[in-house]
């Protein structure tokens, strides 16, 4: 990407970056001599595995890499303006005036979960009108009508009554527009979107992805972008650049990095993410139909009216609506939608997390008992449960990071009184070996592994008591396209040596088409198609699930499906 190819000099332009983490007697070199160019009206994409050192990056280029974090050499020169001198970022004191001036003033970030950034106590408006004020640009009216109309630009409906509303009253796409809103009050000529994304089901990731290219092309900004989806950076990037172990491997226009890719480990996120794109032959063959392992019937769930001193009651309309369907012995059925759908309220119900309000749950057990689990009282309900186990969206979030992996793992067994002692430590072992992790690991604790190896940590605890039917509540949406691909592998390799069934929810498609043999369509609370999976993403009959389809990322540049260069 050199800056001959441009007509205007780059507004940020970094140089030898080097950003390390003192932990204790060891230094992580988490960026490592970094270089790159941003230039006005391009989106650059940072792409790389969990771990590459995309967030630290851009992160570096705020000077919020607080202690153990410190940058220890190179440049990050900003131009205000294209004829004005560049300013070196780095040199800049961290708490000093100079550098609370140009965040958010002049360089803004959005982040990857809103609900972090957003404060849960002051309404939206004020949220964004917020920085205008303390950089001194607007009083306070004149900043919240400012409000209004950035809601407005990020296309949220009746911005002034959104703007009176507080982060908990917005879905999870609403959230991400309101924050691009705030990053964008103060006209900032740079935007840094870290994963912004990641957590969205796919028809709002593309209304997102559409958002920023439209901000983007109107108003000029440099987009650094960061992510690591493959199709993500196929439909919005101008330019990409690839980092592993904290350096960058390889720099290029997207289409020539697609079409030409250099680098062993560029190749390999290429062909990752092209293994579970909608493109690519599905993993698994239709199975022939074992026994009924589960057959849902009608299952309904209503949460109870709610009402408090300051908010009249309301009747909320059911969560759940009429669900039905069944599960065979050795079948992996997904459930797909977007966010709100009903999915992860759906698997709670099955594993009795939450209680449905009507309907059945038959399960089929191993001695061939069939009960149902809606009705089960707690004896019977714990009993139920050794033989169906969840794995859930956060691995770390999961495991107490105050037990050690032997304890995380052994626990389900102990507390059933299944295994102790020498016994239990060998059944640890044995799991972690089955999920392809040494079996000497589990005196460390969660925090000492990555990402990938903490969900197959997750992976050994649900398998401990030898269960039939798992249910994978998103369970690889937080890993990146590579660590993706493995645990799907894994959990394939497992299923017929453990004679395992998966009930599979996602909003990724290309994952569902993947793994699974059957799908089911799920939109407010109902299943709207159901059908054997490659029918259902080759010949959907429903509007919506035809909808889901479009709006799933390419991993190709030549085809820019969701946003208009």
């Not at 993410?273 to 239709?286: E, F, H, N, V």
């Not at 239990?424 to 690991?441: E, F, N, S």
Request: charged share 20%; hydrophobic share 45%.
């Amino acid at each position: 990407m050199d800056t001959d190819q441009h007509d205007t000099p780059p507004v940020l332009e970094v140089r030898g970056l080097s950003t390390h983490f003192l932990l204790r007697a060891m230094t992580l070199k988490a960026v490592d001599d970094v270089s790159f160019t941003l230039h006005p009206g391009r989106i650059l994409c940072i792409v790389g595995e969990s771990g590459s050192g995309k967030s630290i990056t851009a992160r570096s280029l705020l000077q919020i890499v607080s202690p153990p974090g410190r940058i220890v050499a190179g440049q990050v020169l900003y131009r205000a303006t294209p004829d004005a001198a560049p300013v070196d970022i780095a040199q800049l004191p961290a708490r000093g005036p100079a550098m609370r001036a140009l965040r958010g003033h002049d360089i803004a970030m959005v982040f990857q979960e809103p609900m972090t950034s957003l404060s849960p106590i002051h309404k939206i408006g004020w949220q964004i009108a917020e920085g205008l004020v303390a950089h001194g640009m607007m009083t306070r009216k004149q900043a919240l009508a400012r409000a209004v109309d950035l809601l407005r630009q990020v296309e949220i409906p009746n911005p002034e009554q959104a703007a009176e509303k507080f982060p908990f009253e917005f879905s999870g796409g609403m959230r991400q527009r309101a924050m691009i809103a705030m990053a964008l009050a103060c006209n900032p000529r740079v935007l840094i979107a870290d994963e912004p994304t990641t957590a969205l089901d796919v028809t709002t990731q593309a209304e997102i992805l559409r958002l920023i290219r439209r901000l983007q092309v109107e108003q000029g900004l440099a987009v650094l972008f960061i992510t690591h989806d493959m199709g993500v950076v196929a439909q919005i990037a101008d330019d990409v650049l690839v980092m592993y172990h904290g350096r960058v491997v390889e720099a290029a226009p997207v289409s020539d990095l697609f079409a030409n890719p250099r680098h062993s480990y560029t190749i390999r996120l290429l062909e990752a993410a092209q293994k579970l794109g909608m493109a690519a032959p599905p993993a698994r063959a239709a199975v022939q139909p074992g026994p009924r392992l589960l057959e849902v019937r009608d299952v309904m769930l209503t949460y109870p009216a709610q009402g408090s001193l300051f908010r009249k009651t309301v009747q909320p309309a059911p969560t759940l609506q009429g669900i039905s369907f069944d599960l065979h012995e050795g079948e992996n059925l997904g459930i797909v939608g977007e966010s709100g759908s009903g999915k992860t309220t759906l698997g709670n119900c099955i594993i009795r997390v939450l209680q449905p309000s009507a309907g059945s749950i038959r399960y089929t057990r191993r001695d061939g008992t069939v009960e149902d689990l809606a009705a089960l009282d707690r004896d019977a309900l714990r009993a139920a449960r050794r033989e169906i186990r969840m794995i859930v969206q956060d691995p770390f979030a999961s495991l107490n990071p105050r037990m050690t992996v032997e304890q995380c793992i052994g626990e389900p067994l102990l507390v059933n009184g299944i295994l102790q002692g020498q016994a239990l430590r060998d059944r640890v072992a044995q799991l972690l070996t089955m999920v392809g992790l040494p079996g000497d690991i589990g005196s460390r604790y969660p925090h000492a592994f990555s990402g990938g190896q903490r969900q197959r940590i997750v992976i050994a605890r649900a398998l401990a008591l030898d269960p039939r039917l798992i249910i994978a509540d998103e369970a690889t949406s937080a890993l990146d396209v590579t660590l993706r691909g493995q645990i799907l592998d894994l959990l394939l390799e497992l299923q017929p040596r453990l004679g395992l069934s998966f009930l599979f929810i996602s909003h990724d498609l290309g994952v569902i088409r993947y793994f699974c043999n059957r799908v089911a369509v799920m939109h407010r609370g109902r299943i709207v198609e159901i059908g054997p999976t490659e029918q259902i993403c080759t010949a959907p009959r429903e509007a919506y699930t035809q909808r889901l389809l479009a709006a799933v990322p390419e991993a190709t540049p030549q085809r820019r499906t969701l946003v208009s260069v």
